[in-house]
């Protein structure tokens, strides 16, 4: 089966800058859709962010928009989230997300109504931003 690990959390100061990764095991196709989401403290999760690999569509929602990057490395079958000018309301457990399939060519899509579809999870990394 699927299985996402996200990697690269920490503690941070406001204005710095942190590298997510998202490694993929147990999918054997070469062109996925991989997003991001987060959960704050007391609040809702949050899809930030998702990439198809095939077409390098993206999609990063307003609050992140202008500061985070995500890029695919499809040869290792990972994806990563590049976060710049970090805030203090960016404090949360990100997530790496996944539809079911994965699979562009099967229906999987990067958009901001698709990523709250997505049914993969994996386990979360703690981002800290200090002030």
């Known amino acids: 089966d699927v299985q996402l690990q996200a990697s690269g959390g920490g503690l941070v100061q406001a204005g710095g800058s942190l590298r997510l990764s998202c490694a993929v095991s147990?999918?054997?196709?070469?062109?996925?859709?991989l997003g991001w989401f987060r959960q704050a403290p007391g609040k809702e999760q949050e899809g930030i962010s998702c990439?198809?690999?095939?077409?390098?569509?993206?999609y990063y929602a307003d609050s992140v928009k202008g500061r985070f990057t995500i890029s695919s490395d499809n040869a290792k079958k990972m994806v990563h989230l590049q976060m710049d000018s970090l805030k203090p309301d960016d404090t949360a457990v990100y997530y790496c997300?996944?539809?079911?399939?994965?699979?562009?060519?099967?229906?999987?899509?990067?958009?901001?109504?698709?990523?709250?579809?997505?049914?993969?999870r994996g386990q979360g990394t703690l981002v800290t931003v200090s002030s």
């Open positions: 997300a996944a539809p079911r399939p994965m699979e562009p060519s099967w229906g999987a899509t990067c958009s901001r109504t698709a990523l709250y579809d997505f049914e993969y």
């Open positions: 990439i198809d690999s095939s077409t390098g569509t993206t």
């Open positions: 147990g999918f054997s196709f070469d062109d996925y859709v």
